[in-house]
């Protein structure tokens, strides 16, 4: 028979193993934003392809044509795209993940439930996107007969190292919107401000080599670099170092985040 | 009283509490920006704030030092006024917050169920929405699809199973809602409520359904305001106030001591601002015109009201009525006799005479509801305005059950009725008092006729 201790200061003993039972609630969840998404609209999935290929649209003309910008020899809409993929992933996360916990606070209110089941499925229904724009960039580069480099079989990291850096700052993020609802205008902005700070319209090696370590910072540097040296063969100097700020962030972002998620987890229900 | 398995505790609550801090909520609804800018611009101030504000913190015990015992397979109820730790009670043992203090040991697979409907997606149809919710409420997949025509034929909703639920009815809604529940299959359930919506018969058919699950032997906890569907349902009952066990016992005679407190701390005078009308008071009389809160079976009850209408009210419709533990009883309603007075002003009383009550002996309360002469504006609307309750040995009625403890928990009003009995003898049985009415022939009592 199951036996469950709940008591003051150690509750969640059995807080993994619950993550195991609700297991199926990460799918339900995403289940239920995806099919709720696109009700009511015209165009419906048609959106998931629309809103990428109107932004690589827009940024290869303001980087590629009006800007300039270096491309190496590769077609830019290929370079754009290959960086919007990862960027619009983490920064989608980002909106929905923080959103989530308070999105949902009728649950979290009434049900018990590991509460990093709704922040969690509200990335996956992300990565969903991410999936519909990569079967995009497979056309595009079909279209453009752009065979990728051998590289290649080092992609599955990169996505999981975007997916772990959009879900340790979705964590906190979430977490912090339950008590302080100032995220709802912050997240807005940064995600813009951050399309810009990110090497998404251009390549990182524009960047002058002084500010480079600096620039590195960002995860999604040595990520977007990341997904061009394996789709595309771009090479750029201090990769590996970028690379190596780039898996020492999001480890940190990832545990610090589950840290005070699990901090704050006991009282959502009274704060939401 | 109970079965074989009820020594094992389902659930061992000890010493727990739930501590809120009011001010600190307070402090944080400002959010950050208030925060950033009064740090910013007088950092001191802000800190002197900050500590301020600390100390203004009030803590709030939602509950405290609560211990109790559910064995297996008991069906336990929980009642308390609002604000007595009844939804902090159930949301601990949900694990939807953590206890300040104390600990609870739960042995067996939990359900709980403090509202209808949790997660239900307005745009999903009825069926995305019994799996959303399955899942929501911890059922597999499996055990959804497993179970799925069963859920549908107990909600009566299956040609709507494909429309979103956003274009159900809220009937409907809550009977899909409830199906899904109903289908969970845990050791111990806990009930918030969820029966206060619906129709009377789909009401009726929750009830069916939780009593047979208590009778299945599983353990139930149950929360309501309705006290007709706690005695219904549960053998034990637990009494919050203000946060702590007030008292815990069988079922009839705490509900019946709980109809008791309320009735003692009845708000008067009851006031309608808006119309400037003052109930001062509601005092209950007997035939003979003395105050009084204990009746006999078939007694006159008068209930006097004494108002004060500062502004002149015209043509009020006044209903008054009895309300027993298992619902009203019975009523006395200007809306249906239509006999209202032409206007109320200034001090004066109304009231009015039930006669010989046919009432059990039990606990009752009665209710007030004044509506203005439009009919819809309520002026008054209380229940509860006064108490009593009817004593007396139904002995003297003529009664000679063997099982007459039951009439504390029978159906309240009696009509007099008479069996015809397979030999042909006819017996009457009324309850009302031989020496207030005129004889046998106006209301028989218990008695043998050719």
């Known amino acids: 028979m199951t036996q469950m201790l709940i008591e003051a200061g150690r509750t969640e003993r059995q807080y993994w193993r619950d993550l195991w039972r609700y297991r199926e609630l990460f799918y339900f969840l995403a289940w239920r934003d995806l099919l709720v998404r696109y009700k009511q609209t015209v165009v419906g999935v048609g959106w998931s392809l629309i809103r990428p290929l109107l932004t690589m649209l827009v940024l290869t003309i303001v980087f590629g044509k009006l800007g300039k910008m270096p491309s190496g020899g590769r077609p830019y809409p290929l370079l754009v795209l290959c960086g919007m993929l990862p960027w619009q992933f983490f920064s989608t996360a980002l909106s929905e993940s923080g959103n989530s916990l308070v999105a949902n606070s009728s649950l979290i209110s009434k049900v018990y439930f590991p509460r990093v089941v709704v922040t969690v499925s509200s990335i996956i229904t992300s990565f969903v996107d991410f999936l519909i724009s990569a079967v995009f960039l497979a056309v595009l580069m079909i279209w453009y007969r752009y065979a990728p480099p051998a590289a290649v079989l080092f992609l599955p990291f990169f996505v999981l190292l975007v997916f772990g850096a959009s879900l340790g700052v979705g964590l906190w993020i979430a977490a912090l919107m339950v008590e302080y609802r100032d995220f709802r205008f912050i997240v807005p902005f940064v995600v813009q401000f951050g399309l810009y700070i990110s090497p998404v319209g251009f390549q990182s090696s524009v960047v002058p080599g002084r500010f480079r370590l600096l620039y590195a910072l960002n995860p999604m540097v040595g990520v977007i670099d990341g997904f061009r040296w394996c789709l595309l063969g771009t090479q750029s100097s201090g990769y590996w170092l970028g690379l190596a700020i780039a898996v020492i962030d999001v480890v940190v972002l990832v545990v610090s985040g589950i840290w005070y998620f699990r901090q704050t987890e006991q009282t959502f229900a009274d704060v939401i | ?450």
């Open chain 2, 1 to 450: 009283m109970f079965d074989a398995h009820s020594t094992t505790p389902a659930i061992t609550i000890e010493n727990l509490g739930k501590r809120y801090t009011i001010g600190h909520q307070r402090a944080r609804n400002d959010g950050m920006r208030h925060a950033i800018e009064g740090a910013i611009r007088a950092p001191l101030a802000w800190l002197r704030s900050r500590r301020h504000n600390k100390l203004q913190r009030e803590d709030f015990w939602a509950l405290k030092d609560v211990s109790l015992q559910i064995k297996q397979g008991e069906v336990v109820g929980v009642i308390g006024r609002n604000g007595a730790g009844k939804s902090t009670l159930l949301k601990l043992l949900s694990r939807i917050t953590v206890p300040t203090e104390g600990r609870i040991r739960i042995d067996g697979r939990v359900a709980c169920l403090l509202e209808v409907g949790t997660g239900f997606h307005q745009e999903l149809t009825g069926r995305e929405n019994i799996f959303l919710n399955g899942a929501i409420l911890g059922m597999t997949r499996a055990e959804i699809i497993r179970k799925f025509d069963e859920i549908v034929a107990f909600s009566e909703i299956e040609e709507f199973l494909d429309t979103p639920v956003k274009r159900y009815s809220s009937g409907m809604y809550v009977r899909l809602a409830f199906a899904v529940a109903a289908h969970l299959e845990p050791e111990i359930l806990i009930i918030d409520e969820v029966l206060a919506v619906g129709d009377a018969a789909f009401q009726t058919k929750c009830l069916g359904k939780m009593g047979g699950f208590a009778r299945s032997g599983r353990t139930v906890l149950f929360v309501s305001h309705s006290m007709e569907a706690i005695r219904s349902l549960c053998q034990r009952v637990v009494w919050l106030t203000e946060g702590r066990l007030h008292r815990d016992g069988e079922a009839n005679e705490i509900v019946e001591a709980y109809f008791n407190s309320i009735s003692n701390e009845r708000s008067f005078p009851c006031t309608n601002p808006d119309y400037g009308l003052i109930l001062q008071k509601v005092v209950l009389k007997n035939a003979r015109g003395a105050e009084s809160s204990q009746f006999c079976p078939g007694d006159d009850l008068v209930v006097e009201i004494s108002y004060d209408a500062q502004k002149r009210i015209e043509k009020p419709i006044i209903a008054l009525g009895v309300l027993g533990i298992s619902g009203s009883c019975f009523a006395s309603n200007m809306l249906l006799d239509g006999h209202r007075p032409d206007c109320l002003e200034g001090v004066g009383q109304i009231s009015c005479t039930f006669r010989s009550i046919p009432l059990l002996p039990q606990s009752y309360t009665v209710y007030i509801l004044i509506r203005a002469a439009n009919v819809r504006d309520r002026i008054i609307d209380h229940q509860e305005v006064a108490y009593f309750s009817v004593v007396g040995d139904l002995a003297e009625y003529g009664y000679k059950g063997e099982f007459l403890a039951f009439a504390r928990h029978s159906t309240p009003v009696v009509v007099p009725y008479e069996w015809r009995l397979p030999d042909g003898t006819t017996v009457a049985v009324a309850l009302s008092r031989p020496s207030l009415d005129g004889g046998d022939d106006i209301s028989p009592r218990v008695g043998d006729r050719p």
